[in-house]
């Protein structure tokens, strides 16, 4: 049993699909077949119910995979391991996000103090986030949706209060503060509905008691800023910073808007020195 074997067992496990498998692995899916056949005859087992032209993980296959996984993940994590120790590269890190908004400066900040490190940086939705710090695919993950699961430890690095944007001239654009449910009937604009922050907000809206009535949804922070600007609604921002004479941010009394961003990394997983210092890095950067 080869560890090549266990590699493209995964990727073929993770894809039921031959031919996507081989296509992610840059070979031939006949060479692929193979080596999955082999594989099997070294098992003892079949791995995968065939069916056609399909194929799916079977019991056996599912058993062989989770062994597989902590398999590879230890040598993975030993592999860093020996690396640091013998000096053979300055330090790499996976970043996990749903967003990068908050973390562009203190990684500037990090890396002008520390530019040997390589960054790998994914950004994806929260669900996608806990699924691959759970597989050890990524060192640290920086999110501001909370992310509950055994073995993750977390520390919350930035408490940031959310606003309520109006453009210039709205009969609001006068006051300090208002209450959530004061603006039931304004146009608003919104993030798409997959958007962490627009997920956050919907907590928001569902404590105020109302159903907003999104008049343009977008997937940026700028965007949102640039359509209040132009009066086309109103809408939940997240920060204060950067005066706009165009753009009035008031305070929210109720209910309490704020986000919660923290950096999670898991207990039981090998942290490289680089992820390490990245991870108290901005900790402190917060702090």
Request: hydrophobic share 45%.
């Amino acid at each position: 049993m080869e560890l090549l074997q266990l590699r493209y067992f995964r990727t073929v496990a993770k894809m039921e699909h031959m031919t996507r498998a081989a296509q992610e692995l840059c070979i031939a899916q006949p060479a692929l077949s193979k080596t999955i056949a082999r594989l099997e005859e070294d098992v003892g087992v079949p791995l995968f119910d065939r069916q056609g032209g399909r194929i799916r993980l079977n019991t056996f296959g599912k058993a062989f995979l989770d062994r597989v996984e902590k398999a590879l993940t230890l040598l993975d994590e030993g592999q860093k391991e020996v690396a640091e120790l013998a000096g053979l590269e300055h330090g790499s890190i996976h970043l996990a996000t749903s967003t990068l908004d908050r973390l562009s400066e203190p990684l500037s900040d990090f890396l002008s103090h520390h530019p040997e490190v390589n960054f790998r940086i994914t950004q994806t939705a929260t669900e996608e986030i806990a699924y691959l710090l759970e597989a050890g695919e990524v060192d640290i993950c920086f999110t501001a949706l909370p992310i509950d699961r055994p073995g993750f430890a977390q520390a919350t690095v930035l408490n940031e209060d959310v606003f309520l944007a109006v453009p210039q001239g709205h009969r609001f654009a006068d006051r300090i503060s208002v209450h959530l449910s004061e603006v039931a009937d304004e146009p608003f604009i919104g993030y798409k509905e997959e958007f962490p922050f627009q997920k956050m907000n919907d907590m928001f809206f569902r404590q105020a008691g109302i159903t907003p009535n999104f008049v343009c949804r977008v997937d940026e922070p700028a965007a949102v800023a640039s359509l209040v600007r132009a009066g086309l609604g109103v809408a939940l921002f997240g920060c204060k910073s950067g005066e706009d004479s165009k753009l009035t941010l008031l305070s929210i009394e109720s209910p309490v808007c704020q986000r919660h961003y923290q950096i999670i990394w898991h207990e039981k997983r090998y942290l490289s020195l680089a992820a390490r210092k990245f991870r108290d890095f901005v900790i402190q950067y917060f702090a």
